[in-house]
């Protein structure tokens, strides 16, 4: 498919710049592709959404200050934005500075702490640090808001910029969707015996990048770390067995998800742990083996998260609604409001 089936026009006032409270107070439009219908809710509304025998699933992954400045030995600045940890004091980074940074050079960080390069892979800077990577960013890193954020990070952002149930430290982004739930919401949920488990997939750098080729197929997706632990297999196997459904709270559950479910070699329908990096896409024709329903926000337009919605509620019907959001003033990206995805059939082949 061409990058340009998956434009739509955005006013950029409709990009939130700041979040709603209270959290559940967002839109939530619900598009139930099954029985046709188009429904302006607010978030609060999703319990009414769901059955008992239905399963929410979260992504626990945890924002951390991923944003730091230095100085290079010759007195250069460089900010630095982590992608991912590869070991304790290791990690790949994008780097900006007036000149690269070559092997071997390094960088003076606050708190004593400074780091050398010892390789590339593609676009990113592998640094070795003097001092654990999360302690450091922990202590001296900045929030790193999205890019269509246009202001600088707030003190509020620590906390607004995450889930409330982030436990799970190493995400340069918020799992967004996940940011509409608070305790009046999960207490409604519970009232209607709306069970809950969570995966792990660490959201990199690389989520804002473009698509740069016309061509989708040739389009190269960045690796994220993952894990889908028992305890969700468990969960999601036992939902199955009742008839349930497996509601994804977020992209990143989807292709956590769909990842475990493409690792299992036995192809049974069992979803086994699946733990490592992934760089599924998930684009139009793609079948879905694990999720069935999709809480999810409004995506940029030609990204390959606007593309794994496609595939999975159908492109004409996600940018029709798209076209209504933008009608109906909704708000979009990270702060803004969500959508309740139900495809015309259970997508699923476990």
Do not use: W
């Not at 209270?22 to 809710?41: K, V, W």
């Not at 994804?248 to 989807?254: K, S, Y």
């Not at 595939?311 to 969500?338: K, N, Q, T």
Request: proline share 5%; net charge neutral; with cysteine.
């Amino acid at each position: 498919m061409d990058l340009r089936d998956f434009h739509f026009d955005l006013p950029p006032e409709l990009i939130a710049q700041e979040p709603i409270e209270p959290r559940s107070a967002s839109r939530l439009l619900a598009l139930d592709a099954a029985r046709g219908t188009l429904r302006d809710l607010k978030f609060s509304d999703l319990p009414d959404l769901l059955a008992p025998n239905d399963l929410l699933v979260f992504n626990d992954t945890r924002v951390i200050p991923a944003r730091a400045h230095g100085v290079k030995e010759s007195g250069g600045r460089v900010e630095i934005l982590l992608e991912r940890v590869l070991a304790p004091h290791r990690a790949l980074v994008q780097l900006r500075a007036s000149k690269g940074l070559r092997v071997g050079g390094s960088v003076q960080f606050g708190g004593g702490v400074n780091a050398h390069m010892v390789g590339r892979e593609g676009e990113f800077y592998e640094l070795e640090f003097s001092d654990g990577v999360l302690k450091f960013l922990e202590a001296h890193g900045e929030v790193p808001l999205p890019p269509y954020i246009q202001r600088a990070a707030e003190a509020s952002d620590r906390d607004r910029y995450q889930t409330l149930f982030a436990r799970s430290h190493g995400a340069v982004a918020a799992p967004t969707a996940g940011l509409h739930f608070d305790v009046a919401l999960f207490e409604a949920l519970a009232a209607r015996q709306i069970k809950q488990t969570f995966v792990t997939l660490h959201v990199g750098a690389g989520t804002f990048a473009p698509v740069r080729v016309k061509d989708i197929d040739a389009h190269v997706m960045h690796a994220e770390y993952l894990e889908v632990p028992q305890s969700a297999c468990d969960a999601i196997n036992d939902t199955r067995r009742i008839g349930g459904r497996i509601v994804a709270v977020g992209t990143t559950v989807v292709r956590s998800l769909e990842t475990a479910a493409l690792a299992n070699a036995t192809g049974d329908g069992t979803l086994v742990p699946y733990q490592g990096t992934t760089r599924i896409f998930i684009k139009p024709g793609f079948r879905f083996r694990a999720v069935d329903v999709l809480v999810t926000n409004f995506h940029l337009p030609q990204s390959t998260l606007l593309m794994l919605c496609s595939a999975f509620i159908g492109r004409e019907a996600l940018l029709g609604a798209y076209r209504h959001a933008v009608e109906a003033r909704y708000r979009f990206f990270s702060y803004g409001d969500a959508m309740f995805l139900a495809p015309n059939k259970t997508p699923h082949a476990l």
